[in-house]
T-cell receptor
Framework: SQQGEEDPQALSIQEGENATMNCSYK?????LQWYRQNSGRGLVHLIL?????REKHSGRLRVTLDTSKKSSSLLITASRAADTASYFC?????????????FGTGTLLAVQP | DAGVIQSPRHEVTEMGQEVTLRCKPI?????LFWYRQTMMRGLELLIY????????DSGMPEDRFSAKMPNASFSTLKIQPSEPRDSAVYFC??????????????FGEGSWLTVV
């Protein structure tokens, strides 16, 4: 079963614009991770945010986490055509009933040059 | 580092045939995962190993699926007999420590299986 659901399912923007993707989850977590998947390739880890953190930055990426709303957002600033990919959130619950990293449904981002 | 290596990258097989997918995790990683990705169900965890021992196989769809890890550098996922609904991309991934506790999981490029 899937823990996270990304919103929107698909997003199309122009190069240079910012892209925001949201992830909602159902149970308590210890951490939340974001992964990128280029077409026909495996998933690549982007960034991790722990449950006691509210915001984290990595280059052009900004991740926020609101545990009270069970939601996270991924912001990509100044997008580039190379950012075109699917983006997945994954929730980890270490020590809980479900000791797994569960992936969401993904957001397909298309950045038009 | 070569990363997680999977083979074959693409396979087309007839219904009823046996399919064996192979994976070499990153050297030194003690956790290995098998995921399946389809449009309908997204990315599903099938099974994972810790130090070559299967820990949780609750995601394995049915008895037609089996996975082994005879040593730290090799794992197989076998489907016998295969069915058209098994068509999917199968990913192997590895990590040092538990992925759900916050360690980065490294994915292979996937094995694209088509059962006709």
């Amino acid at each position: 079963s899937q823990q996270g659901e990304e919103d929107p399912q698909a997003l199309s923007i122009q190069e240079g614009e910012n892209a925001t993707m949201n992830c909602s989850y159902k149970t308590s977590i210890n951490n939340l991770q974001w992964y990128r998947q280029n077409s026909g390739r495996g998933l690549v880890h982007l960034i991790l945010i722990r449950s006691n953190e509210r915001e984290k930055h990595s280059g052009r990426l900004r991740v926020t986490l609101d545990t009270s709303k069970k939601s996270s957002s991924l912001l990509i600033t100044a997008s580039r055509a190379a950012d075109t990919a699917s983006y997945f959130c994954a929730t980890g619950n270490y020590g809980g009933a479900t000791n797994k990293l569960i992936f969401g449904t993904g957001t397909l981002l298309a950045v038009q040059p | 580092d070569a990363g997680v290596i999977q083979s074959p990258r693409h396979e087309v097989t007839e219904m009823g045939q046996e399919v064996t997918l192979r994976c070499k995790p990153i050297s030194g990683h003690d956790y290995l995962f098998w995921y399946r990705q389809t449009m309908m169900r997204g990315l599903e965890l099938l099974i994972y190993f810790n130090n070559n021992v299967p820990i949780d196989d609750s995601g394995m769809p049915e008895d037609r699926f089996s996975a082994k890890m005879p040593n730290a550098s090799f794992s197989t996922l076998k489907i016998q007999p295969s069915e058209p609904r098994d068509s999917a991309v199968y990913f192997c991934a590895s990590t040092l420590g538990q992925g759900h506790s916050g360690n980065t999981i490294y994915f292979g490029e996937g094995s694209w299986l088509t059962v006709v």
